[in-house]
């Protein structure tokens, strides 16, 4: 695997303006941490609890910045004042709800795999590239058909949850269609920033 070192951001839109804030490892239980806003913007320098790797097999793109690629978003938890672990994103499903937390702990036995655009993709230069899943299947259709190419899905919610404590969490959105049940669920779009 090959390490891309990046911080996250999420861009809200609202009727007078565009707002950004940087996302941030947030504490939701014994080793397990959320993705929250943080009291920080993209003009702040990134700290430790803003800073990500998107970890790569170097085979399947040997691109500097792994656009399109699918890959462990991981922090490094610090234990014991020294001691970095690396933690793995994974969603926890909750079957009564239409939204998933994102939410790291420490090792790979479980992860869940996310892409990011081409940096730019969105027309703007300035822009690190817009972080996505891909599906294949189109199930709202019978008979089932496949998306080719992949569709890049962007369901990302920031949602007031309650998976250890309450906090404006980073959530996925399951499903191609329909809006969050969750009634504090406001739409983002989450980027990349090279640090």
């Known amino acids: 695997m090959k390490p891309i070192i990046l911080a996250l951001a999420a861009f809200t839109t609202t009727a007078a303006a565009q707002l950004s804030h940087a996302l941030g490892a947030c504490h939701e239980g014994a080793a397990i941490e959320g993705l929250c806003f943080l009291n920080e913007t993209l003009a702040d320098p990134a700290t430790h609890y803003s800073t990500y790797y998107h970890n790569v097999s170097s085979g399947y793109n040997d691109s500097a910045n792994a656009a399109d690629t699918n890959g462990v978003l991981n922090w490094p938890l610090i234990i ?43 027309g703007n230069s300035t822009d690190g590239g817009s972080m996505y899943i891909s599906v294949s299947q189109d199930d709202t259709k019978s008979p089932i058909t496949y998306y080719s190419p992949l569709r890049h899905l ?19 959105k399951i499903g191609v269609t329909g809006e969050p049940q969750n009634p504090t669920c406001v739409p983002v779009e989450v980027r990349r920033v090279w640090i």
């Not at 933690?87 to 009564?96: I, L, Q, T, V």
């Open 154 to 172: 962007k369901n990302w919610y920031i949602c007031t949850t309650s998976f250890g404590y309450t906090y404006n969490t980073l959530v996925w």
């Open 80 to 122: 014991g004042g020294n001691i970095s672990v690396s933690s793995a994103m994974e969603f926890s499903y909750n079957p009564g709800s239409n939204v998933v937390v994102m939410y790291f702990s420490p090792g790979y036995s479980t992860y869940s795999l996310v892409s990011f655009e081409p940096d730019g993709a969105s």
